[in-house]
T-cell receptor, first 113, second 113 residues
Framework: GDSVTQTEGQVALSEEDFLTIHCNYSASGYPALFWYVQYPGEGPQFLFRASRDKEKGSSRGFEATYDKGTTSFHLRKASVQESDSAVYYCALGDNTGNYKYVFGAGTRLKVIA | AQTIHQWPVAEIKAVGSPLSLGCTIKGKSSPNLYWYWQATGGTLQQLFYSITVGQVESVVQLNLSASRPKDDQFILSTEKLLLSHSGFYLC????????????FGEGSKLTVL
């Protein structure tokens, strides 16, 4: 079945550091890829989406590029702030008509001021 | 603007007791609806989805059931709770495309004792 792997379980950075969270996927066909952010006690919030090779998604200073060759969708941000502290989830949407979305394990980001 | 409301916000229930969680979406006609479960500190596991009133598809078996009695309402239930049912239950909706972004509710926290 489809799967999403996030390499980092936790990331600790200082403000203005560069962020990379790695996301790799395994899916048949050509899935849509997403990044979501979740704050404590809340539901996940959509960050952005990409649906074709080399497409870049971005929002709030975060960005990721769909790479079909390496089956990756790594999240990056040039300069993190304390307010970015949250859990980040990479996800894929199966576009074969079965309305299934698979989420990665999540990466907890802590940014220290 | 679309809104999604989940109820109750939190429940503490005994093993073997029944459960009903609800979700209402306002401002969007004929959305796709989803139930997700999240263990504390864990990833999001899709449980059910529904693309039309009266039709619900199960994605994973967890001794839970779901129903969609109205276009804007999605219900998750079980007659007998297990300890393993504890966690955070999230309702979500998306547009009719099967790879559209998910919009999550605020969630319902369930503790089974």
């Amino acid at each position: 079945g489809d799967s999403v792997t996030q390499t980092e379980g936790q990331v600790a950075l200082s403000e203005e550091d560069f962020l990379t969270i790695h996301c790799n996927y395994s899916a048949s066909g050509y899935p849509a890829l997403f990044w979501y952010v979740q704050y404590p006690g809340e539901g996940p919030q959509f960050l952005f989406r990409a649906s074709r090779d080399k497409e870049k998604g971005s929002s709030r200073g975060f960005e990721a590029t769909y790479d079909k060759g390496t089956t990756s969708f790594h999240l990056r941000k040039a300069s993190v702030q304390e307010s970015d502290s949250a859990v980040y989830y990479c996800a894929l949407g199966d576009n074969t008509g079965n309305y299934k979305y698979v989420f990665g394990a999540g990466t907890r980001l802590k940014v220290i001021a | 603007a679309q809104t999604i409301h989940q109820w109750p916000v939190a429940e503490i229930k005994a093993v073997g007791s029944p459960l009903s969680l609800g979700c209402t979406i306002k401002g969007k006609s004929s959305p796709n609806l989803y139930w997700y479960w999240q263990a504390t500190g864990g990833t999001l596991q899709q449980l059910f989805y529904s693309i039309t009133v009266g039709q619900v598809e199960s994605v994973v078996q967890l001794n839970l059931s779901a129903s969609r009695p109205k276009d804007d309402q999605f219900i998750l239930s079980t007659e007998k709770l297990l300890l393993s049912h504890s966690g955070f239950y999230l309702c979500a909706w998306s547009l009719s495309s099967n790879t559209g972004q998910l919009y999550f509710g605020e969630g319902s926290k369930l503790t089974v004792l």
